[in-house]
């Protein structure tokens, strides 16, 4: 079964209401994204000068803001970085913001749930 992203943040939004909510913290919950977006490009601008990867591309909850709540982390796929590099890169990134988990995918060794989300949703920064 195949679920749009719009009609799974609707239905994350009608079952989990109070995560959704919007009232005094939405200007916060704005500043967060923006936040989470900033390091996501420091990130991919890190990967592909400092560690050769050849593509990063951004994905999950960060992709669309109805879907972005206080807790979302920052998930990103990279393609070509090199295996012998991959832990120091993951160790680098983590370092740029406590505020957020930041998750490196290498696509190459990735599940497949996580690839077609990549696939499907991704954009490439």
Known sequence: MKTKPDALAAYYRDKYPLTFAVGDDS?????????????????????????????????GSLTDFSRFTQWSDVDLAVWGLPDNRFFAAVATISS??????????????????????????????
């Not at 592909?48 to 990063?56: C, L, N, Q």
């Not at 990735?110 to 949703?121: D, H, L, S, Y």
Request: charged share 35%; proline share 0%.
């Open 27 to 59: 200007h916060r919950l704005k500043k967060r994204y923006q936040e989470a977006w900033d390091i996501a490009k420091e990130a991919a601008l890190i990967l592909k000068r400092d560690f050769g990867a050849e593509k990063v591309v951004l994905f």
């Open 96 to 125: 740029l913001a406590s505020a957020f988990s930041i998750d490196l995918i290498d696509v190459k060794d990735c599940k497949e749930f996580i690839w077609i989300a990549v696939e499907t949703e991704g954009i490439e920064i």
